[in-house]
């Protein structure tokens, strides 16, 4: 009976790996739809924004569904106009598709191998006759630019990558616990490095995370800032990888956040605007002193918001240290960053009431990161990011040459 069980479970979480690749795979299949449809139009009325003199012209487009496989989903339609009878011209190929076609088990079977193979411009040709699409149908265009998706979604090779700093930060996504790493290029471009799936962010989980990140070439040659809400795990895990390469900026507004939760509700609003001033100041030394004048006050009300006021207390400074807290604090002084991704990832989670096993999880978290970065923006003051570089580097030199005099 046992042995019956974990079959039927093993054919289930398959099933379920099953449907969830149909599901990624139909966007490229509704842009198959879409090029077919647009190339009727064009025979019928010529290439976009070409005059055209014949009997024919783009009207618009319509609502309309189309089926892939057995899935109906909807597409917009071309309009055509016949301008004899003022009449819209009926697309054929529109007519083919609104019929519910057979989805191919053996071409699906040929595509699942071509991923797991890397083969992602055999991949592309094969999608659209998975869904009952003719291959002769789509452009070459087509068939390269859906190999390139395929290739994003399922493989980034970091290496060509310049990463000068990332953000780090564990969210609790339903009942998911998961740790994400979000780069930021030296010209200021956001990419999302990968995540993790995990109970805990502990130190050992994130290690190994942090470790694939590098096996898949992000470059450790170069100094890199990390910016942290004070995790005790990721702080680990990320002096263990990168050793004295991690520059590390610990959240200013975690850590303020911390504190006041020590503190009564009544006195919470005093010292927020307080915390929030000193670290505002322009330069390590004026910071500083502030913030240690703050922990007097603290400690004659709550000892224990005095001492969350010590722990990581310079990692809180380090971008005042570098003397680039006025030009770069906006955008790497907090997680803030990191906060947009988060969001629109459970907004896409939460669209599932029940997950059936950790490969769908997984899928879901990584098609809304792929969705989510076509809409990133360059942070805020990327102009001065080789600045940052230059002043990491001098920092690091330092503190070597501190070490080695002692």
């Known amino acids: 009976m046992k042995r019956v069980i974990e079959i039927r479970r093993s054919i289930n979480e398959e099933m379920d790996g099953r449907i969830e690749l149909i599901k990624q795979l139909i966007p490229l299949g509704l842009a198959a739809v879409k090029e077919v449809l647009e190339f009727e139009v064009e025979q ?41 009878s003022g009449q819209t011209q009926e697309l054929n190929s529109y007519k083919k598709l609104r019929s519910s076609g057979e989805f191919d088990e053996r071409v699906f079977k040929h595509v699942i191998n071509g991923i797991s193979m890397r083969k992602y411009e055999e991949v592309a040709e094969c999608i659209p006759e ?15 630019a859906t190999a390139k998706k395929l290739q994003d979604l399922f493989e980034r090779d970091l290496s060509k990558e310049d990463i000068v ?38 130190a050992t989980v994130c290690k190994d995370f942090l470790n694939g990140l590098v096996l898949r070439g992000l470059n450790i040659n170069q100094e890199i800032l990390f910016i942290i809400d004070g995790s005790k795990g990721i702080h680990k895990a990320i002096t263990s990888v990168f ?38 100041q322009e330069t390590y030394e004026k910071a500083k002193s502030k913030l240690l004048a703050i922990r007097k006050e603290l400690s004659l009300i709550n000892e224990s918001a005095a001492s969350s006021l010590d722990e990581g207390l310079e990692e809180t400074l ?37 997950w059936k096993n950790s490969n769908q999880r997984r899928r879901w978290i990584a098609s809304a990161i792929l969705e989510t970065e076509k809409r990133f923006k360059p942070v805020e003051g990327y102009k001065l990011l080789p600045l940052l570089r230059q002043k990491m580097n001098a920092l690091r030199t330092c503190n070597t040459n501190m070490s080695l005099a002692a």
């Open 44 to 84: 019928l009325v010529g290439a976009r924004y070409e005059r055209s003199n014949g009997n024919y012209t783009r009207w618009g487009s319509n609502p309309g569904s189309v089926y892939l496989g057995d899935q109906k989903v909807s597409v917009k339609v071309p309009r055509v106009m016949n301008k004899s």
């Open 130 to 144: 998975t869904f009952g699409i003719k291959k002769s149908s789509v452009s070459r265009r087509f068939k390269m």
């Open 165 to 202: 700093a990332i953000f780090l930060d564990g969210k609790s996504l339903r009942s998911v616990q998961v740790v994400i790493a979000l780069g930021v290029t030296l010209e200021g471009k956001k990419i999302p490095l990968g995540f993790i799936e995990t109970s805990t962010e502990n």
């Open 243 to 280: 050793g004295d390469k991690a520059v590390i900026q610990r959240c200013q507004w975690h850590k303020r956040e911390n504190i006041l939760s020590y503190l009564p509700k009544n006195m919470q609003e005093q010292f927020r605007s307080k915390l929030q001033f000193a670290y505002s």
């Open 318 to 354: 380090t971008l005042h240290k570098l003397g680039v807290f006025m030009k770069a604090g906006k955008s790497f002084k907090t997680t803030n960053c990191i906060e947009n991704l988060n969001r629109q990832i459970q907004i896409y989670v939460n669209r599932v009431s029940n």
